[in-house]
């Protein structure tokens, strides 16, 4: 057996509030391990909207606090992950003018009532409502509200039925993985004797100290606290600490990403946020060349066996079809689906009322702190992270050194803004490495300043024969500089070549053959690896090696 090592803090969970909490305790010079059972950030960090959004329809509920608080981190996103985060134009779909008030007013009293129709006087206070509480480091417009025939000219398309619209701002989150790996390759920058390990299995956890499986090693840690960033899976963490908890009861989210080029062209660039016939609130918009529908909200008692099924495909493209009824949209046209388990508190209620405002749990293992992160969502992260870093600093009887407030992550630092500084800065990177300036002006936006090291190391590239947008050496890069594991770590999470709907078995075949070569696989091996990404594929949705 191997020797017991020692840590302040062992994070077990590696979605956004566990690399968001790894992050700032590295920061503040406190020594800590991160454990994850499958890859960074592919749970239910992998499966969101991709929105950094206020959430409107919280103050509906009265929770003006996480609004608040929400519409604050996402302004602050904006300027600490730009290439990531950008502006995204939203439109609110109104089919009266005094519509909603009378359930609105009872949901805020905490009464149970249906919200079948926001109209135009409940949405233009709710939006004013948004713009106070975003008005803290402002980074885009305040809201207006559209006429039809104003609103036919930002959306095409529309039911007959909407006589205006509410023209506000949100956060789009391009690529959600990229930036929870950013926190945990800066998080180690700032504090070596931190590490994140992936693909890691808990085989005990008895008199204080965790013994985990990775590669087939075992190894035994001694932590001073342990914080279960688990997710929707923190009970079953608990279980493997030797602890029973119900804390959790998750709901899924399925998401679609459909290829419709009449739909994509009436979006026009704009979200559309929509309420339907049922009462839940869903959204389309364009992403990626594609359009990003969702999203589904229901029960799910294992969150391993959550998967998007049929009925949520259908329920999905008929919501889309209730509010453009003349797009035509079909089953055909999805390119890919996904879904998640939003890590809800548990609650006798329906999933749909249960807050996403985050709380900490606090139990012990012997004398060792466990501090559960329960709740939460991607726009919080830093503000979620900074509140359970306070309380591990606590803890350890030490204090806060670095703010994160307005600490740039990952390809965000020194990320140049506005089109001059952008062309500048490629140009600059173009006459360096030989590369195209289109090329380079591509990387920028996958990898932010990044991109340099990406570009240095796909000097004489060879592009994909499957995929000539990505290159044997960019992939190559990834394999070597980003703890690639597994093909669906590359595939689905380093870079966006599945949710931009590309992933193919030829794009499989290509990418396996250079992460064989690059990681040492055996032939084995790699048909294992292709194996198992092509049933993915093929199948529900479900990420292979989740359970690892």
């Known amino acids: 057996m191997s020797e017991v090592a020692q840590t302040d803090v062992l994070v077990i969970g590696g979605g956004i509030n566990g690399a968001g909490t790894f992050r700032d305790l590295c920061e503040q010079g406190v020594d800590c391990v991160l454990i994850e059972r499958g890859d960074f950030c592919s749970g239910a960090s992998a499966a969101s909207s991709r929105l950094m959004h206020g959430g409107l329809k919280y103050l509906e509920?009265?929770?003006?606090?996480?609004?608040?608080?929400?519409?604050?981190?996402?302004?602050?996103?904006?300027?600490?992950?730009?290439?990531?985060?950008?502006?995204?134009?939203?439109?609110?779909?109104?089919?009266?003018?005094?519509?909603?008030?009378?359930?609105?007013?009872?949901?805020?009293?905490?009464?149970?009532a249906e919200l079948r129709d926001r109209g135009s006087v409940i949405t233009?206070?709710?939006?004013?409502?948004?713009?106070?509480?975003?008005?803290?480091?402002?980074?885009?417009?305040?809201?207006?509200?559209?006429?039809?025939?104003?609103?036919?000219?930002?959306?095409?398309?529309?039911?007959?039925?909407?006589?205006?619209?509410?023209?506000?701002?949100?956060?789009?989150?391009?690529h959600a993985e990229r930036l929870g790996l950013e926190l945990l390759l800066d998080g180690e920058r700032a504090n070596p004797a931190s590490r994140a390990l992936s693909h890691v299995r808990i085989t005990d956890a008895g008199g204080g100290v965790v013994t985990f499986v990775q590669n087939g090693e075992p190894q035994r840690l001694r932590p001073k606290v342990i914080v279960n960033a688990g997710g929707a899976w923190i009970d079953a963490v608990n279980r493997d600490l030797g602890l029973e908890t119900t804390l959790m009861g998750g709901s899924k989210g399925s998401h679609l990403v459909v290829d419709n080029p009449a739909l994509h062209a009436a979006l026009n660039g704009h979200m559309v946020y929509f309420g339907t016939s049922d009462g839940r609130v869903n959204l389309c918009y364009p992403f990626m060349g594609k359009i990003l529908v969702g999203s589904t909200d229901l029960p799910v008692p294992d969150p391993d066996a959550a998967a998007c099924d049929e009925g949520e495909v259908a329920y999905m493209i008929a919501a889309v079809v209730e509010i453009f009824p003349d797009m035509g949209i079909e089953e055909s046209q999805v390119r890919y689906r996904f879904c998640g388990v939003r890590p809800l508190p548990r609650s006798g209620g329906p999933v749909g009322s249960v807050s996403r405002d985050h709380s900490i749990a606090r139990l012990a293992l012997g004398d060792v702190p466990v501090l559960c992160l329960i709740g939460g969502k991607w726009t919080t992260f830093r503000a979620f992270s900074e509140q359970a870093a306070d309380e591990v600093l606590g803890l350890l009887g030490r204090s806060r050194r670095v703010k994160t407030h307005s600490l740039p992550i990952g390809g965000g630092k020194g990320f140049p803004t506005g089109e001059a500084a952008r062309a500048a800065w490629v140009a600059r990177v173009a006459g360096e490495t030989g590369l195209a300036t289109a090329r380079v002006a591509v990387l920028l936006g996958r990898y932010g300043t990044g991109a340099e090291a990406v570009a240095k190391a796909c000097r004489n590239e060879t592009p994909l024969a499957s995929l000539p947008g990505w290159s044997r050496q960019e992939l190559a890069h990834l394999c070597r500089t980003e703890r690639v594991a597994h093909l669906s770590d590359l595939l689905l999470r380093r870079t966006l070549i599945a949710l931009s709907g590309h992933l193919d078995s030829a794009v499989i075949a290509e990418a396996a053959e250079v992460a064989a070569g690059m990681l040492g696989w055996t032939a084995a091996r790699r048909a294992e690896e292709e194996a198992a990404m092509v049933a993915y594929l093929e199948g529900p949705g479900r990420t292979p090696h989740q359970a690892a």
């Open 61 to 112: 509920t009265g929770e003006f606090r996480l609004v608040r608080e929400s519409l604050v981190e996402r302004n602050r996103l904006l300027a600490n992950a730009p290439h990531v985060v950008s502006p995204l134009p939203t439109i609110l779909p109104l089919r009266s003018r005094f519509g909603g008030i009378g359930p609105s007013v009872l949901r805020f009293l905490g009464r149970k």
């Open 124 to 174: 233009r206070l709710g939006l004013a409502l948004y713009d106070l509480y975003g008005r803290t480091q402002r980074a885009m417009p305040t809201h207006r509200i559209l006429g039809r025939r104003a609103l036919e000219r930002r959306v095409r398309g529309l039911d007959a039925g909407i006589i205006a619209g509410g023209l506000y701002y949100e956060g789009q989150l391009s």
